[in-house]
């Protein structure tokens, strides 16, 4: 197994956070077999929508341990995953200076259908799609609402909310197969 997967999770730009929901299901999977550590552009705090009263006292003890603590994602040399606008926190890695770290890289992110329906859309900051597109990257997509999981190297993005157990197993196994590799050498 893994010595660490890290989890990327980024604050989404337009001031609403994460899915509480979908970290929490993220977290609570891949917990429970690896040690799990949170990476975000600048090491910066996560922040949560949609929370309910149990998911408020999940996320208050969360906060408290060690592992909560963001890590900055240039730091990060392990599979990681991120889901939804979750892949707006990769904009900000670069190497050299210039070039983005995920340039030439076939990613997905909530697909302009998606957030069309978002009454704030014609206020959002950021277009993902676009942005993939305007970096480099390859962009993929699948019918809005379902379930679609991209992997890359070492790289996995899902589309929405609704693939995040689907982008989470494929970021297990991957881990295994890295892990594995590392047994025979």
Known sequence: MCAHVLVYVYTYLHNTGNSAQSFIQSFTLLHTAFTVQIATPGGKSLEFTNQDEQSRRWLNDFRMKTFAVPLSLHTIDQPMCAVGMGVVGLFPAVEDGDSWSFKR????????????RDPDFATLPIIPEDILKDRGALYSSSEPDEVHVVVDRHLITGQNEQSTLTAVQNLILLCNHKQSRRDKL
């Open 105 to 116: 890289f076939t990613l997905t992110s909530v697909s302009v259908f998606e957030l069309a």
